[in-house]
């Protein structure tokens, strides 16, 4: 295959989760009782072009507790809507198109139900405590999102066409 040489391309990514407690009025009758979040696990662009055409697909590798812990997505949006009561380790692997010849990636990403902030302890907060850990949102939902680039070094000629749009 032919490679555009002498030049890397890198893509900003975001992965990471969100999620909001159950109380006893926003909790379906269909959700297990001793399920208490509900939360979405994403691979986004996080710029405003939301072009995430380079990604033939994700897969997402959940907690063996959940039915169907390997899922598969392979359009946008990237992303897993589940309930659930604990915390875990997702497996995100994100494959390129075929014509890239590029190897999937992998990244490690801690669900986060809970906030944590060691500063503020038991009481909360709206303070960001920094990559990996959960932030509380005004609204009361926990976020936890990391920042990524992906590098593409010399490119095949195709893979090329598709991260510049040409
Ligand atoms: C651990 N942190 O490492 C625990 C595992 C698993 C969470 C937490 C299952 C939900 C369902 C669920 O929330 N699992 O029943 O679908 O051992």
């Given at each position: 295959v032919k490679r555009v040489k ?102 490690y990403h801690h669900l986060k ?32 999102v990391l920042y990524d680039e ?17």
């Amino acid at each position: 295959v032919k490679r555009v040489k002498n030049i890397s391309i890198s893509r900003p990514i975001i992965y990471g989760n969100t999620a909001s407690p159950f109380d006893a009025t926003n909790k379906p009758s269909s959700v297990p009782s001793d399920h208490t979040h509900s939360w979405t696990v994403f691979v986004r662009d996080p710029t405003k072009s939301q072009d995430l055409s380079m990604i033939k697909k994700v897969v997402f590798k959940l907690h063996d507790t959940i039915r169907n812990p390997l899922r598969t997505i392979e359009s946008p949006p990237f992303e897993i809507t589940e309930t659930g009561w604990g915390e875990f380790e997702v497996i995100i692997k994100i494959f390129f198109q075929p014509e890239s010849n590029e190897k999937p990636v992998q990244f490690y990403h801690h669900l986060k139900l809970h906030p944590y902030n060691p500063q503020v302890g038991e009481s909360g907060g709206t303070v960001p405590v920094g990559s990996g850990s959960g932030v509380v949102n005004p609204d009361g939902t926990v976020e936890s999102v990391l920042y990524d680039e992906l590098m593409f070094n010399e490119p095949t000629e195709d893979f090329f066409k598709i991260l510049t749009n040409k």
